[in-house]
């Protein structure tokens, strides 16, 4: 590498390159983006993208995103839609058609068929000329800029373009959908985030015979036994109707001992700890987790919207559900 060549340069000149072309693009955002926008909200189909080469990678990963945010959408090679896959558009579909140059042989020989298909057909190029913008419905035409590359040929700042158009139509229909957290975290339930939203206190607790509850007037030795066979840090103290008393935690037990207490002949009702930290069974896990990180607990009873006691929830067991890494 020569000493004259300047590599640090040279890396921000395409990002220099690369944000005014982004620059002119947002620039150019106008009635024909709002009429794309539109059509896709309203469409009763999927929206179907398709591109060749590196425009095909940018088409893969904007159909991704649209899906994640709540517009079914998926990418069809164009060459294997010619072999056959053209059966998974129907005439309620919205096919968008993706070519900086607008003449990607792959992607226009499409047109004849999708025409016969019926489907609405939408362009994305950087030629209002093209033979891809005479021919379809709607298009969103690129305004001119520089490639990065400085061969000026490589698809470099129009794929970048083309990607971050990709984004604001996917974000733009999901506030028009209100799409939600929730809504989110039903489409991505085997990630953390999904978990956050999606988990609530009730999937977690320990409940029925799997719970530790004794009542006020039991001895300690029994509640110990109870805590043990039960398998939980904690045991619940409540009344005749399942009302909460109170709790004791191994922690609680472990000073006790310490202090010599008679386990045979106190019961729970005088050493326990009353008026404890309790959690709705219809709390998110995360915000039970969050509450026991502020208390410095390991554990909290369950209540149900009655103020009955109907379970026990541990920190550990919410950890290790993988909602927080």
Same mark, same amino acid.
């Given at each position: 590498?020569?000493?004259?060549?300047?590599?640090?340069?040279?890396?921000?000149?395409?990002?220099?390159?690369?944000?005014?072309?982004?620059?002119?693009?947002?620039?150019?955002?106008?009635?024909?983006?709002?009429?794309?926008?539109?059509?896709?909200?309203?469409?009763?189909?999927?929206?179907?993208?398709?591109?060749?080469?590196?425009?095909?990678?940018?088409?893969?990963?904007?159909?991704?995103?649209?899906?994640?945010?709540?517009?079914?959408?998926?990418?069809?090679?164009?060459?294997?839609?010619?072999?056959?896959?053209?059966?998974?558009?129907?005439?309620?579909?919205? #096919?968008?058609?993706?070519? =900086? @140059? /607008?003449?990607?042989?792959? %992607? !226009?020989?499409?047109?004849?068929? *999708?025409?016969?298909?019926?489907?609405?057909?939408?362009?994305?190029?950087?030629?209002?000329?093209?033979?891809?913008?005479?021919?379809?419905?709607?298009?969103?035409?690129?305004?001119?800029?520089?490639?990065?590359?400085?061969?000026?040929?490589?698809?470099?700042?129009?794929?970048?373009?083309?990607?971050?158009?990709?984004?604001?139509?996917?974000?733009?229909?999901?506030?028009?959908?209100?799409?939600?957290?929730?809504?989110?975290?039903?489409?991505?339930?085997?990630?953390?985030?999904?978990?956050?939203?999606?988990?609530? #206190?009730?999937?977690?607790? =320990? @409940? /029925?015979?799997?719970?530790? %509850? !004794?009542?006020?007037?039991?001895? *300690?030795?029994?509640?110990?036994?109870?805590?043990?066979?039960?398998?939980?840090?904690?045991?619940?103290?409540?009344?005749?109707?399942?009302?909460?008393?109170?709790?004791?935690?191994?922690?609680?037990?472990?000073?006790?001992?310490?202090?010599?207490?008679?386990?045979?002949?106190?019961?729970?009702?005088?050493?326990?700890?009353?008026?404890?930290?309790?959690?709705?069974?219809?709390?998110?896990?995360?915000?039970?987790?969050?509450?026991?990180?502020?208390?410095?607990?390991?554990?909290?009873?369950?209540?149900?919207?009655? #103020?009955?006691?109907?379970?026990?929830?541990?920190?550990?067991?919410?950890?290790?559900?993988?909602?927080?890494?």
């Amino acid at each position: 590498m020569g000493k004259e060549f300047d590599v640090v340069k040279a890396a921000k000149d395409v990002f220099c390159t690369e944000i005014e072309a982004l620059e002119r693009t947002r620039d150019a955002i106008d009635d024909d983006f709002v009429r794309i926008v539109d059509l896709i909200f309203q469409c009763q189909g999927k929206v179907v993208l398709t591109g060749m080469g590196k425009p095909g990678h940018i088409a893969t990963k904007i159909a991704a995103t649209l899906a994640s945010l709540g517009t079914p959408s998926f990418y069809i090679h164009p060459g294997e839609a010619m072999h056959g896959d053209l059966g998974m558009i129907d005439n309620k579909d919205i #096919v968008i058609l993706m070519s =900086y @140059s /607008g003449e990607s042989s792959e %992607v !226009v020989s499409l047109l004849p068929v *999708l025409k016969e298909v019926g489907c609405t057909t939408m362009s994305i190029t950087g030629n209002a000329n093209s033979t891809l913008a005479r021919e379809t419905e709607y298009h969103f035409i690129f305004p001119a800029f520089k490639e990065a590359c400085y061969l000026h040929l490589a698809p470099t700042s129009s794929t970048t373009a083309l990607l971050v158009v990709g984004d604001a139509l996917a974000v733009v229909l999901s506030k028009l959908r209100n799409y939600t957290k929730e809504d989110f975290g039903l489409h991505h339930p085997a990630g953390a985030l999904g978990k956050k939203l999606l988990v609530k #206190v009730a999937d977690l607790m =320990y @409940s /029925g015979n799997k719970n530790a %509850v !004794v009542c006020e007037n039991t001895l *300690l030795q029994n509640a110990i036994v109870e805590m043990s066979s039960k398998g939980l840090s904690m045991v619940t103290v409540v009344d005749n109707d399942n009302q909460l008393k109170g709790i004791l935690t191994d922690g609680d037990l472990k000073r006790m001992l310490e202090h010599s207490v008679d386990v045979y002949n106190v019961t729970i009702g005088n050493v326990m700890t009353k008026n404890p930290k309790w959690v709705d069974y219809r709390e998110m896990a995360v915000d039970a987790l969050q509450q026991m990180n502020d208390l410095r607990i390991t554990g909290m009873p369950v209540l149900d919207e009655n #103020v009955r006691v109907i379970g026990a929830i541990l920190m550990q067991d919410i950890l290790k559900a993988g909602i927080v890494k």
